[in-house]
């Protein structure tokens, strides 16, 4: 069983430059690690932690992202100026997915499971001992 992360408080983040800022409002979240070649592609990293909320409670307060269709699900939004992914929007879900580390205070919203493991890299293995998903794991 997954459970979601409970937001109290709305919550801040942005971009490395800080050209783009968001605000996530308070509720559920769902959080994992996604070990899929995308999000390594697209973070320059063997993992990617992302929370997802409906696209309703989430909001930019400055800045306009860059758009990325990555795949005929998909887009992904990120800064033009410093390249920071801020955003995975499926096509058929009400939930986005928001990149956990762009987060003013990105240990308020751990992860609580994996996804995409049949994607992970051999030479990188986390020591927790959350739930692994080979394919997109639970519907929460």
Do not use: N
Request: glycine share 6%; hydrophobic share 40%; charged share 20%.
């Amino acid at each position: 069983m997954v459970e979601p992360v409970v937001l109290s408080v709305a919550l801040e983040g942005g971009c490395l430059c800080g050209a783009l800022r968001y605000r996530v409002l308070p509720g559920a979240a769902d959080s994992a690690y996604c070990h899929c070649r995308m999000c390594q592609r697209a973070g320059g990293s063997p993992v990617m932690a992302w929370f997802s909320v409906p696209a309703a409670r989430f909001a930019y307060i400055k800045g306009v992202p860059s758009v990325y269709r990555s795949s005929s699900a998909a887009i992904r939004e990120f800064c033009e100026r410093c390249g920071s992914p801020i955003l995975f929007r499926p096509d058929d879900h009400p939930k986005i997915d928001i990149a956990t580390a762009t987060l003013d205070e990105p240990a308020l919203v751990p992860p609580t499971y994996h996804i995409w493991r049949m994607s992970r890299l051999p030479w990188f293995e986390t020591t927790d001992a959350l739930p692994r998903f080979d394919d997109r794991g639970p519907d929460v």
